[in-house]
């Protein structure tokens, strides 16, 4: 995939205009920025601040200076939505062991071709681009919502807030983070052993055994 002096996700030093261009292109629409709706807060100076940070991530690793982290992801995230809270994987996994009517809500906030790989055990598919926020439950328990890396989850997240949900928490590092920590994810009832990737270059922040193939 990657051409000529590449050393990054995004390339050799002559790509990194365009794949910075398309990944921020893509970042806007998982998180639910881009689209008529959203064209003022698209605008705003936070959201150019955040862009402009990400592009500087972005930029770096294209030439090859460092890799993007799962780590510099969260601190775009969390000033792109600084009202959701975040769990760590060893805490949500404690939850998840609690007796059944104690144990969090999982909302899973990808794909169906995402999901159909593998998911958290007892999770929820809910759809990015128009999720029914109205079947969220509203039963003191915590809702965690998580996605490959966390900007689909956040975005979700932000939205359930604003509905009145309190105990609403964004999964630290996604599927992404909890697969590479050696914890388990499911498929039809049975322990899966890879992750949808999202992408070829997204899918660098995986290890390379959990990556499941990509259509041609």
């Not at 992801?73 to 404690?94: C, E, M, Q």
């Not at 169906?112 to 079947?135: W, Y």
């Not at 009832?189 to 890879?194: D, F, I, L, T």
Request: charged share 25%.
């Amino acid at each position: 995939m990657c051409r000529g002096r590449a050393t990054g996700p995004w390339g050799g030093a002559g790509e990194r205009s365009a794949a910075r261009a398309s990944r921020l292109a893509r970042l806007e629409v998982d998180a639910g920025w881009a689209g008529p709706h959203d064209r003022a807060v698209r605008r705003s100076r936070p959201l150019l601040l955040i862009l402009l940070g990400l592009a500087s991530l972005v930029g770096a690793v294209a030439l090859g200076q460092r890799a993007l982290g799962l780590d510099e992801l969260k601190d775009v995230i969390s000033t792109r939505y600084p009202g959701v809270p975040w769990v760590d994987a060893p805490t949500l996994a404690t939850w998840m062991e609690r007796p059944a009517g104690e144990r969090p809500h999982l909302l899973d906030v990808r794909t169906p071709e995402e999901f159909a790989v593998s998911h958290l055990r007892g999770a929820v598919r809910v759809d990015p681009d128009q999720p029914d926020l109205d079947a969220v439950p509203r039963d003191g328990r915590p809702v965690v919502v998580y996605c490959s890396v966390g900007w689909r989850s956040g975005a979700l997240g932000a939205q359930l807030l604003e509905r009145g949900h309190e105990r609403v928490f964004n999964l630290e590092g996604g599927l992404f983070g909890w697969a590479n920590a050696g914890r388990p994810v499911w498929a039809e009832g049975s322990r899966a052993a890879k992750v949808h990737p999202y992408d070829d270059e997204w899918g660098r922040l995986l290890r390379p055994a959990l990556r499941s193939p990509l259509p041609d």
